[in-house]
């Protein structure tokens, strides 16, 4: 759900950098040949991926979700030249598409595919993560959070994605609705662990900041 209307949408893409032409190509690819490719941030949120990595410029990133792969390069233009990023994705079908663009890219020797469920993964991960973008299945978020804040080098920042999920978190939740009441908790985790410093952010779906304090 995007909560501007499309009139102040356009105005805010128009009055942002312009989408690179790799990004371009990835967004119409996936549009004519992915299933649900409103699952990929797109241009305003792509930029403001981008350019939280360039104010941060961290040396290790990880992505939870890959989808694509817009959102890892995004992230990847604030890698500095001996940066690596890791992104997780539990289903291949996405890697032939991955592979055409990030080989296409110049970070595409500093990005790391991984192809398994993400809290397979994240274990064998190193410690000393600067930025995390957790934008995968909901019903696990708090399960990455436990699972990357000890990896995480104090300062790091993690940006965690549908946050707002539809505008569900504010209305009355029905009893069966796990994915809603999951991201509730998760908000209020953000906002209260004494480890983070959190703002969300009411961008398209909703994008938390939480800083992890040194
Ligand atoms: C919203 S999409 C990611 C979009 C991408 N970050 C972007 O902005 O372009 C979520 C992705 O998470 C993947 N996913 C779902 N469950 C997962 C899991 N347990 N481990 C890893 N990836 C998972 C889905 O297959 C999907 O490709």
Not at 98 to 122: C, G
Not at 152 to 158: A, D, K, Q, W
Not at 164 to 191: C, F, P
Request: glycine letters at 6%; a negative charge.
């Amino acid at each position: 759900m995007h909560f501007l209307s499309a009139d102040l949408q356009h105005y805010a893409e128009a009055h942002s950098q312009a989408e690179p032409p790799l990004l371009a190509a990835l967004s119409r690819e996936t549009h004519l040949r992915v299933l649900q490719p409103r699952m990929l941030s797109g241009l305003l949120q792509g930029r403001l991926l981008s350019l939280l990595s360039k104010l941060l410029s961290p040396s290790y990133i990880v992505e939870i979700g890959t989808f694509t792969g817009y959102a890892t390069l995004c992230l990847a233009e604030g890698l500095p030249p001996e940066g690596v990023l890791h992104t997780i994705e539990a289903n291949e079908e996405y890697q032939p598409i991955q592979d055409k663009y990030f080989q296409q890219s110049p970070y595409h020797s500093q990005i790391v595919q991984h192809f398994a469920p993400a809290l397979e993964v994240l274990p064998s991960l190193p410690d000393g993560i600067e930025l995390v973008f957790i934008d995968a299945d909901k019903k696990n978020y708090l399960n990455y959070l436990e699972a990357i804040l000890p990896k995480m080098r104090p300062g790091g920042v993690i940006l965690s994605d549908n946050v707002l999920w539809s505008g569900k978190v504010v209305e009355a939740v029905k009893d069966n609705d796990k994915h809603t009441q999951i991201l509730m908790e998760y908000n209020q985790r953000l906002a209260t662990d004494p480890r983070l410093e959190t703002v969300l952010l009411p961008i398209r779906d909703g994008i938390s900041l939480a800083r992890v304090k040194g």
